[in-house]
């Protein structure tokens, strides 16, 4: 079994908010190489965020439910008014709250919460309303309320400034923000409590602020059981029927074909081991520079896995698909937010049509059905290509002209200027990343390790990887702040052929140390085979997404 990435899951959302948690990483790191399997286990990483991102709500399929029928229409605004109203203040709140700072400040709008007091209790300085007069509040002409706990609040001169489209907010007014928030406790941030409280207008009693969670059942306690690859999902993960599941092909908007998980399986099997890279790993080295919005990952949002399916060139063969005639290759999730709209992404057809790409629809993940938290029955693993791009769940494929309009790929996982801030920028004047940069990063030792120094040197350890199926040429480790570079041996390398390098290199070195050093700092950085080396420092590729984080990995041990 290739390279897994072992997590503690088991702790509640909650503790992901403020503050970063020890995450126990293991890798246990497996490479096919000469015909047989090396192995090294690595010590946990240290300090970082909870890995999984539990933002789960109750289950809303957008096509079909588990019956495969399609909702009804008032099932469906049934649906979408319980869960719209999480928009108010954005699902994607992470990257707003400089904009809802300068809101504030633009209306001049004072916000009582100065006295630091609980959001949304109870203030004799403002009128109470019924739920009844707060419900007639739906739209612009008369003004659009919501409410949290026994707060009332006036969110229409935010409408427009709202990142996630007007739309969304319009659909959730005049309800309660509660129940939406008991799922995504991410916005249980100071921030954006002050912004909630600076368009307070009023209260509404005790008892009918109970009756926003009456009835609320555990949004996670449809979750599986975590296993060892890492995981980073957006959305709630869907219990798919295999039985009646579909994957819906189409050109634009005509569909073209149908396929069930059996139709997919009759295709050619193809296998490729890739390694899958979240855009934010190792995030937390950039935050040290200067805050950034995202979940705080150390070295370990990556992982390597041994993936087969069918090859998404075939499929795209037998239905005539030229490239010289469509631009992109769009996925959508059966996974949804708030509005029903599934996660979504895509990429250049260039990619996907040519059969060197390896781009494959697996169905198995290290020779065993794919799990439900990694995309079960059908993920699109698109080898040296960011992890946002293979999407899973997957429940329909677009042949387009057009790029994805998702959000994760028109507002999302894009790459800014280090002088770029929340208030200049501009998420349509950069693309949307695709191939990752060179990077390696340190497993053993962790930062904070007594090392135990054996005949004069210490043992390093670790992964290398570079985007676009380049290959690792080199890893360069040092003790001395660069004045003695010492090159690493590669134990676990992929044999492909130049350019389908989609596999981490795991590599290794002894390192001397001088007598009576105490301590010392290790750096370490990879290159690849077109000679792109890593950053010394993040300095100079801070963003401020937290993306891309490919300076020189250092960690600081102490000697004994």
């Not at 080199?474 to 676990?492: L, M, N, Q, Y």
């Not at 981490?504 to 007598?515: A, F, M, N």
Request: hydrophobic fraction near 35%; include cysteine; charge should be neutral.
């Amino acid at each position: 079994m290739p390279g897994i990435a072992r997590w503690r899951d088991n702790l509640p959302t909650e503790l992901c908010r403020n503050r970063e948690l020890e995450i126990m990483l293991h890798l246990r790191i497996l490479c096919r190489a000469n015909n047989r399997s090396t192995a090294l286990l690595v010590k946990p990483v240290g300090s970082g965020s909870l890995c999984i991102l539990k933002n789960k709500y109750l289950l809303h399929k957008r096509r079909y439910n588990s019956s495969h029928e399609n909702f009804s229409k008032d099932e469906h605004k049934k649906y979408i008014g319980c869960i719209g109203v999480v928009s108010i203040l954005g699902f994607y709140y992470y990257y707003t709250s400089n904009k809802r700072r300068a809101f504030a400040r633009e209306h001049k709008i004072e916000s009582h919460s100065g006295q630091r007091s609980s959001p949304g209790e109870f203030d004799s300085r403002y009128k109470s309303y019924t739920l009844s007069e707060v419900a007639k509040h739906d739209n612009k002409n008369v003004g659009i309320w919501v409410t949290y706990k026994q707060g009332v609040y006036d969110i229409t001169d935010f409408i427009e400034k709202h990142p996630g489209g007007a739309g969304k907010i319009i659909m959730a007014a005049g309800g309660s923000i509660e129940p939406f928030w008991m799922i995504f406790s991410n916005h249980n941030k100071r921030d954006i409590y002050d912004l909630l409280e600076s368009m307070r207008i009023g209260n509404i009693s005790k008892e009918e602020a109970s009756t926003a969670v009456e009835g609320m059942e555990d949004p996670y306690a449809n979750d599986p059981q975590r296993d060892l690859f890492y995981v980073r999902n957006h959305l709630p993960v869907p219990d798919v029927d295999p039985q009646t599941y579909e994957l819906e092909i189409a050109i634009e908007e005509d569909t073209m074909k149908v396929l069930r998980l059996d139709d997919i399986k009759k295709y050619p099997k193809h296998t490729v081991s890739s390694t899958i890279m979240c855009a934010g790993n190792r995030r937390s080295e950039m935050a040290k520079v200067k805050a950034v919005k995202g979940l705080s990952w150390s070295v370990g949002a990556v992982g390597n896995a041994t993936w087969s399916g069918a090859k998404l060139c075939d499929i795209l063969n037998e239905l005539n698909v030229k490239e010289e005639d469509y631009e992109h290759i769009q996925f959508e999730g059966l996974d949804l937010d708030p509005s029903s709209t599934p996660y979504g992404s895509s990429i250049p057809i260039s990619k996907a049509i040519d059969p060197k790409g390896d781009v494959i629809l697996a169905y198995e993940m290290n020779g065993k059905p794919l799990p439900r938290d990694h995309g079960f029955p059908i993920r699109v693993v698109v080898p040296g290509v960011v992890g946002a791009r293979n999407v899973k769940w997957l429940g329909r494929i677009i042949i387009s002209k057009h790029e994805s309009q998702s959000q994760w790929q028109q507002g999302d996982y894009k790459g800014f200027s280090p002088s770029t801030d929340w208030d200049t920028v501009d998420f349509s004047k950069s693309p949307a990343i695709q191939e990752l940069p060179v990077i390696s990063a340190i497993c053993t030792p962790q930062s904070g390790d007594q090392v135990v120094v054996q005949n004069g040197k210490i043992k390093v350890a670790g992964y290398a990887w570079s985007g676009g199926g380049q290959k690792i040429v080199r890893v360069d480790v040092t003790i001395d702040g660069g004045d003695t570079w010492h090159t690493a041996e590669f134990f676990g390398q992929d044999l492909s052929k130049p350019g389908r390098h989609w596999s981490w290199t795991l590599w290794q070195v002894e390192i001397p140390v001088k007598e009576g050093d105490k301590n010392v700092e290790i750096w370490a950085k990879a290159v690849d085979s077109m000679y792109n080396v890593q950053p010394e420092s993040f300095k100079n590729i801070w963003n401020l997404r937290g993306v891309l984080n490919n300076a020189y990995h250092r960690v600081k041990i102490d000697l004994k």
